[in-house]
């Protein structure tokens, strides 16, 4: 099938495009250069079109995301809505089910999702939530910071049986990229205890968190992976964590990244995670401070760096993680009720439920040090937006953090008719940030950026040979003011007009038409073979005396993973 968007204002900053009238022509699953007189025209005249969003960082399938289902039903009786012929039924806010999860990206004409958190040993339940997603393809990312094996191996700085283990268990668990959560932090917490600063060390293990990040950037770059290594840093959520951010990003800048073709997408070696939950000055609650503008000057001084945000939205939420510690924290200072997990060997996690409200001080700090982030870093292609939903808040609100970025005006009078506490404009340098986002910014943090850091080289740009992966968003640009509108950005980007995926029109006038199964990206390693054949062998009584399940059951087989994009790196 051939179409053309025809006469849309086509932002595609991948290929410098910014504003411009232009025709997009699609056939079959892909973006062409050319069509026949046969194809189908859709008018879209002076209409926004953008490539389909790219969501660097959300949670969205695993164990993590049943538990808070189960536990919450007050959340998953919110957005209930009853089946109609192209959707099942929608239910949760936080915590929405699979298919409710794949209809609002796409009704948001978002088109792929970065699972941020999977531990191998629980890949397989992952997996199987992830093929109940319509609509949009799913990055998992195997959290490795606090497994025992790598902790061994980064202790004795085996760098090559490392990079072995890393690729034999991205095919194992059939995942895309290296996350790291809390390094050693998560393992400290099996012994109820966590890490604070980069240079402590778990308990029993006698490496430190410095010490992981380090051998697992190496190996990232030694192995020549698409995504760099992916780090949510040591002390996440605790006043005065700056420092340990910022040594956390300034401890790889000696390592080159990668030469091989298949990481030559991207520029940056790291990625930072929610960099607003790592951004807090003070020793208390009491007398926290924002750290953005440190952090910020951080990032804009190191092109070896990405980030994304973590914004606030001041919405009840569900607050996940592989940050079992810090998740205590929450729930020593909340006293909601908490979910703590442990997963043998690998990692651990925590949920419970957060009340952000504009009323409180301390989520109004946080608000304003997402924004502070935001607008401090100066180039948009180390920065993307993300909430970390639902962590801080659902990702049906990225189109209302889209409408604060790009009003002054509407921030302004948050802090002025005190919508939000006063300690936005006491205690951050927000008030005195008039940057806007225009619509060619917004195109980079939700799209083009993502797409480059993630290191995909099929989506993300409306380049000819691309995924046919397009949203349509109705707003015209050109007589439109998005500081004075904010309500109508926020509107606009909640509901395309069109959302094409793989060329197939899912979404128009923001409801579902159709749907389709998701694919499953993920990073088979070629040529170590024998090498992962041998870490095996040399791991495999460890396995057996500290897992509860047999080798036989832990490994993702391919039946699991239906609609694979494997993406094979030489
Ligand atoms: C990332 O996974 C990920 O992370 C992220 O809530 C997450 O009330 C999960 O107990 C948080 N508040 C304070 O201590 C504030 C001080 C308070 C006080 O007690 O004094 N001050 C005030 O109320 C101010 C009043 C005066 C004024 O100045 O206006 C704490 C409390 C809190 C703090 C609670 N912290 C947690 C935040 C962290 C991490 C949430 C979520 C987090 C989730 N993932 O005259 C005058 O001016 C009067 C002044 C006022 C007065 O005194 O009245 C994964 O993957
Ligand atoms: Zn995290
Ligand atoms: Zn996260």
Redesign the pocket.
Known sequence: MEYILKNGIVYDPANGVNGEKKDIMFKDDKIVDSVSDNAKVIDVTDKIVMPAGVDIHA?IAGPKLVVGRLYRPEDSRRGVTQKTAHEKGESGFSIPSCPTTGYRYSRMGYGTVCE??MPPLEAKHTHEEINTIPNIDVAPLPLFGNNWVVMEYAKENKIDELAAYVSAWLKLSKGYGIKI?NPCGTEAWGWGMNVHGYDDSAPYFDVTSRQVVRALTKVNEKLGLPHSIHI?PND??HPGNTGTTIETLASVKDIAKSTLPSASIRDQVMHCT?LQ?HSYTGTS??NAGSGAPDVAKFINHNKYLTGDV?QVTFDETT?M???GP??YD?YK?SGLKWANKDVECETGSGIIP?IYSPK????TL?WAVGLELFLLINDPWQLCLTT?SP?GGPFIRYPRVISWLMSNKRRMEMIENREV???AEKRTTLATLDREYDFNDIAIITRAAPAKIDGYTDRGALTPGFKADIAVYDIKPNEFDPSRNPKEVEKAFSRALYTIKDGQILVKDGEIVQTKPSHTIWTNVTGLEDQEAKVIEDIMPFFKQYYSVKWSNYKVHDHYVPNPIKIDVP
Do not use: I, R, S
């Open positions: 949670h941020a958190a959560v949510h996440l959520g929610h939950f609650w009491k973590g607050t993680t592989a940050d810090m998740e929450l200072l957060c409180n001080p301390v989520n946080q970390d962590n506490h006063k300690w």
